[in-house]
């Protein structure tokens, strides 16, 4: 159980162009999901936290017009990153925690995205 | 702030024992631990609350001293598969509850 799939796993893309990036829980809801973004042997770092059927919370330095963030429904949110440029290529990875905002699960990581602006 | 992982990197021969630790200058709530391999998800470990427990999962055990602000990962009688990079992740509760920091992780190679 508590699987999350993500996709693209790998997006190669011109400078400009904006990237859609799903996350999906397939068999829990999910009140809540996580992004995301991990360079090269570094720890994961934590973008912003999507919230069904509100607007997406950003971390510090995050920009929220550039990362647009969606989640439409307890299974599904997308991060569209806009205009995206060399320097957004990086490891993108969602999570999804099962329950309601105030759970005390795990959260369960999707395969990540791997983005790369030429 | 992240918190602190220790070692950074571990290198063992099957059947012997590892600790990593992870301490934070923040009160935690809760303590997530992860193993990812190269170029795949996280994994899940296991999860300690407030409250000082212990946990259990085969032979990979981890303890939480909210008091220290400390969690220990125990991997005891390794395996091959125990390869990859661990990571701990906190939670502060508050107004971060559910939000969680990530160590710097922990690089563990498990060699025949």
């Not at chain 2, 409250?51 to 303890?63: P, V």
């Not at chain 2, 598969?81 to 509850?97: D, H, K, L, V």
Request: proline share 4%; charged share 15%.
């Amino acid at each position: 159980g508590a699987v999350v799939s993500q996709h693209p796993s790998r997006v190669i893309c011109k400078s400009g162009t904006s990237v859609k990036i799903e996350c999906r829980s397939l068999d829990f809801q999910a009140t809540t999901m996580f992004w995301y973004r991990q360079f090269p042997k570094q720890s994961l770092m934590l973008m912003a936290t999507s919230n069904e059927g509100s607007k997406a919370t950003y971390e510090q330095g995050v920009e929220k017009d550039k990362f647009l963030i969606n989640h439409a429904s307890l299974t599904l949110s997308t991060l569209t990153v806009t205009s995206a440029h060399p320097e957004d290529s990086s490891f993108y990875i969602c999570s999804a925690r099962p329950g309601g905002p105030y759970s005390n699960q795990p959260q369960h990581f999707g395969d990540g995205t791997r983005l790369s602006i030429l | 702030q992240q918190p602190v992982q220790s070692p950074q990197a571990v290198i063992l021969r099957e059947g012997e024992d590892a600790v990593i630790n992870c301490s934070s200058s923040k009160a935690l709530y809760s303590v997530h631990w992860y193993r990812q391999k190269h170029g795949e998800a996280p994994v899940f470990l296991m999860i300690l609350l407030k409250g000082g427990e212990q946990k259990g999962h085969d032979k990979i055990s981890a303890s939480f001293n909210e008091k220290k602000q400390q969690s220990s990962l125990y991997l005891t009688a390794s395996q091959l598969s125990y390869s990859g990079t661990y990571f701990c992740g906190t939670s502060a509760g508050g107004t971060s509850y559910g939000k969680l920091t990530f160590g710097q992780g922990t690089i563990l190679t498990v060699h025949p």
